[in-house]
């Protein structure tokens, strides 16, 4: 990237296909976001956090030399105005994580009472798992009855008033006696969302630093809740991911098929319409319109969900959006919830593409709306699907293909990455720690996030994979991130042989496995908050969370959920860096708390950045400073301690000798 690009200024794709295609969009008046984010300038005021408009004797906007001496007419300093502003932002992604898990929790609950025919619980070894951490009996019980606890006990999560989230425990004993001595151990999801917009009102709260321990508590409330929680029974009820190979970039899209997108986040209708574009009866309808057959892809989120767990190809993440439908390939383009553009409907307009809204909270004028229903999900995916066929002889020559396409591998669960190390019986995380304590791998970064239109969108996520890799940093990567890295073919253990540092190198030599890892959707970096506990269980390293030589970035973050996100990983011990300019820059108290004051009472922080060399140098910083506090070896490229050998495929497949390689089996 040019230096101007690295800094976020350009604000076009780094994505070749993309490109290609948001041209040709060009040449025919088709706007896209690139466009608009061009056209609008961000708000100056609001963009660093200094308008306050949670009453109606404003907005007061606290600007100017003198703005650090500025109230609000109620008298909010900058610093009460900037640190409300982003305690909202947290509720309201932890409410959008809620909902989801909570979602899953009602479906688990319909599939158990028996009213959700369609579902099965696919993984009874994890449901069992989950059922223990939450002190359910579940030996020699019908398995729908442990369900039917399971999602009880944890829906409950969400209305509770008193105590605490349950899955809290699993956290090390020393990150859970941080929570507690600075009081923000969350109770319940929805009692969290509720005292943070409370706090927020005018005339509440007016302590940043008070604020900020709620906005903490409320992501908490996300990770070790909503968010876990979704993750868990998605993986209870769809299988627990293991390695698979997929296809990644808008090349996905075939001229002679009826070509279905799912998008969103919540994964229920998309599984069902995964079994549905395989039934003999849809395909030879679809025959029967002139088609070869039907090809389902995804988008953002779900098709993390569906890339994970069936290999469904992905055709990225959300800026690719409305490339997508100018492709003209498209004939049904299903959205379920969140990080939807309303625009697509709009572009769809030039097209033949059916834009399909499913649930009741996401309705977009001039979009066909069907409603999912768990109870008939079957049924509600046929219709869909059925839409799609009929679509398609609608299709024109209108649009601009793209046939680049990248293959990927996906599908590590922290289940499947314990067994990567040892194997059934004898998974642990004893060889990733070992191999961190020899300076084989340097750390462990979490890329995650977003990608965004006023950034060259993809191109700070591929920037920092390369270079991560380059110095040995192991990659766990979730969300859009995981799109922009399989679009280019960074998800393949081909990666590692060419552009990882040697250590790494070796380590994915030995497992056969990418350099950076797919975990999977939003929800899914618990997955990392798991591996991270674990960790800390195995020992060798720090004994909590925090002090691991770890570190989480949102290169080009834009949602709520992502704030919300950065602060549970900071609670939780993990300093985080997000790209672009920060939403707090108007306070320096602010910026110091999220920082200095939440590393020393977390180990975590959240820091914002928007030059992406200075993000790679923080990242690689906060690694070091972790290895030298755990008094580890110095990292020096290629020069290794000993360490136990990792275990390969073939000394693992000996010690199993036929034991079934995953763990919901
Ligand atoms: S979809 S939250 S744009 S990662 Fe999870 Fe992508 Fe960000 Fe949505």
Known sequence: MANEEKKGKKAHSDSTPAVSILEWGITQGIESCFDRADKMKPCPIGHVGACCKMCHMGPCRLVGKNADEMQGICGATLSTIAARNITRFAAAGTAAHGDHGRDMAFTLLAVANGEAKDFQIKDVRKLYKVAGDLDIEFEGRPVNDVARDVATKLIEDFSRQKGEINFLKRAPKKTQERWKKWGIVPRGVDRENTESLDRTTMGMDADPD?????????????????????????????????????????????????????????????????DVVSEPEMIAYAKSKGAKGINLGGMC?????????????????FTNQEPAIMTGLIDAFTVDVQCIMPAIVDVAKKFHTKVITTSDKVKIPGALHIQFDEHHAKDIARQVVKTAI???????????????????????????????????????FRPLNDAIAAGRIRGVVGLAGCDNPRFPSTGVHKYLAKELIKNDVLIVSTGCSSAACGGVGYLTPEMALENAGPGLREVCEA???????????????????????????????????????????????????????????????????????SPVEASKEVTRILTEVWFERFKGALHFEPDPEKMLALALDYIDKARAALKLKKYESGKFGTERVLMDMAARREIEKGAKPHLGL
């Not at 698979?244 to 098929?257: Q, T, Y």
């Not at 767990?309 to 055709?315: E, L, P, S, V, Y």
């Not at 949602?559 to 919300?564: F, I, M, Y």
Request: aromatic share 8%; charged share 15%; hydrophobic share 40%.
């Open 390 to 428: 009929d679509n398609y002889p609608n299709r024109t020559k209108k649009g601009s293909h793209v046939t680049e396409k990248f293959p990927l591998i996906g599908g590590f669960s922290h289940e499947y990455i314990e067994y990567m190390q040892g194997g059934r019986f004898r998974g642990s």
């Open 301 to 317: 989120c779900t098709a993390n969900e569906v890339l994970m767990r069936h290999g469904i190809a992905t055709a990225g993440g």
């Open 511 to 581: 497992i056969g496995i990418p350099p950076i890892l797919h975990l999977g959707a939003c929800v899914d970096n618990t997955r990392i908050l798991t591996i991270a506990s674990a960790m800390a269980a195995e020992g060798g390293l720090s004994d909590e969370i925090g002090g691991m030589p770890a570190v989480g970035i949102a290169p080009e973050w834009i949602t709520e959920k992502a704030v919300s996100i950065g602060m549970y990983f900071a609670a939780s011990g993990v300093p985080c860096i997000f790209g672009g300019e």
């Open 210 to 274: 008070s604020l900020l321990l709620q906005a903490l508590r409320n992501a908490l409330a996300n990770g070790w809740g909503g968010s876990m929680i979704s993750t868990e029974i998605t993986d209870i009820l769809f299988g627990t991911p293991f390695p698979i190979k997929a296809e990644a970039s808008l090349g996905i899209f075939k001229e002679d098929e009826v070509n279905i997108i799912v998008h969103g986040h919540e994964p229920s209708l998309a599984e069902m319409i995964v």
